[in-house]
């Protein structure tokens, strides 16, 4: 499978940041565009069964796109937060890739979206914008 150099330069600033990135990083407000969430890894040998997205209010006409193996929906909550969530199984030596299309908003801050990842016995991991768990972003220009 071939990468091309512009997916791997948007991903690579992200890579030691967090184990959970989103590509593109940077997007023109109002244009509809496919995103993908990356996830590198299980939670410690363990393997992924439920993976969640929170988008902000921002984040306009969000559809997830299907992935083999695994049944997704989405809820919207009255504070104008979306949550995507995909339910299935990845072992945790597989890269996951979890996508889903979306407009931005024109925003002055970069919109940051809340990634959970839950694994099998119980075992989970958050990337909520803590220092040590950065939640990834997307710039709206």
């Not at 600033?13 to 593109?24: D, F």
């Not at 993976?51 to 299907?66: D, I, K, M, Y």
């Not at 299935?88 to 979890?98: A, K, S």
Request: glycine share 10%; proline share 6%; charged share 20%.
């Amino acid at each position: 499978m071939r990468v091309s150099l512009a997916l791997m330069l948007a991903i690579a600033p992200n890579l030691a940041q967090a184990h959970s990135v989103i590509s593109p990083s940077r997007v023109a407000a109002g244009v509809d565009t496919r995103f993908e969430m990356r996830v590198g890894h299980g939670c410690d040998g363990a393997a992924t069964q439920e993976f969640r997205v929170s988008l902000p209010e921002t984040a306009q006409n969000v559809r997830p796109v299907a992935r083999r193996g695994w049944s997704v929906g989405i809820s919207r909550g009255a504070d104008g937060l979306q949550e995507i969530v995909w339910l299935g199984n990845l072992p945790d030596e597989r890269v996951g890739f979890f996508a889903f299309m979306a407009e931005f908003a024109p925003t002055d801050a970069p919109a940051e979206l809340i990634a959970r990842q839950n694994c099998e016995g119980g075992a989970s991991m958050i990337w909520d914008g803590s220092a040590d768990h950065p939640a990834p972003t997307v710039v709206v220009e």
